[in-house]
């Protein structure tokens, strides 16, 4: 792995299952009528955290593999969707996933992307997915230049963990996103809006991965900041972040 995302959300777990959003509801419903996802499709959702969006996905009644190397994050997701007869918990990685070979229709990354070496996660893509496999690259991405997000910039930047910007720099059309689909993508986003109160931005805010922890000695001043951002922009107790589901999404062969 490129960057060592296998270890970086040990112990926030919780956060993460808490702090998180979901994905835009218009997005799973394009997953069903215009890509056919139904009963009789399996998914290999790599790096899944804690399960949000395999949760929506099977919701749609997929079959989901859930690829994920993290021991805290997949405790969650098993406990959350173990009720669901299509879910499979899967210990794997980008690289090395633990699935079959040509074993699923399709292939989704929500807010993993970034963590992974794009050549060889694009060759496993190639392994595990049954002919011309599509892949969907999610992510929910903050609108960079309103006012709430670039205070979250200066936050990070001033008390992060090795913070090198939101999703680790990833721009839009990255260049690695372009490698990885050697250009033949099609690009679609959907507004999904995020709406917090205080508890709910703090935790969203310490789920982060370079956010400090309880026991850094910066943690104190970080929460204050936490704080005073959300007084700064909330509305009546609550703080709307402007927000967008982006997919990038293309066939491998």
């Known amino acids: 792995m490129e960057k060592d995302y296998k270890g970086r959300f040990t112990g926030k777990a919780d956060l993460y299952a808490a702090g998180r959003p979901s994905y835009a509801d218009a997005f799973l419903k394009d997953l069903v009528d215009k890509y056919g996802f139904s009963n009789t499709t399996a998914v290999a959702d790599v790096g ?33 969707l173990s009720g669901f007869p299509g879910f499979y918990s899967v210990t794997g ?21 970034h963590w992974f ?7 496993e893509c190639i392994r595990i997915g049954r002919g011309p496999c599509r892949v969907f690259l999610i992510w929910n991405e903050r609108d960079h230049e309103s006012a709430v997000t670039q205070a979250l910039f200066r936050l990070y930047s001033t008390y992060g963990r090795d913070f ?16 990885f689909f050697r250009d033949a993508y099609m ?28 026991e850094d000695e910066n943690y104190p001043a970080y929460i204050a900041e936490v704080n005073r951002i959300f007084d700064c922009f909330a509305v009546n107790g609550r703080l709307e972040v402007p927000n967008k589901t982006r997919v990038y999404t293309g066939e491998l062969i």
């Open 93 to 113: 990685d980008a690289s090395s996933t633990g699935l079959g070979d040509h074993s699923v229709d399709a292939i989704t990354v929500a807010q993993a992307f």
């Open 164 to 179: 090198h910007g939101f999703n680790l720099g990833l721009e839009r059309d990255d260049i690695r996103i372009r490698s």
């Open 48 to 80: 899944s955290g804690t399960g949000k969006f395999t949760k929506q996905l099977l919701k749609t009644g997929c079959t989901v593999y859930a690829v994920e190397p993290n021991a805290d994050m997949r405790r969650i997701a098993e406990k959350d």
């Open 117 to 123: 070496p794009p050549e060889e996660f694009r060759q």
């Open 187 to 214: 690009e679609v986003e959907y507004e999904n809006p995020l709406h917090y109160n205080r508890e709910g931005f703090q935790t969203r805010c310490l789920s982060s991965s370079h956010s400090p922890l309880t």
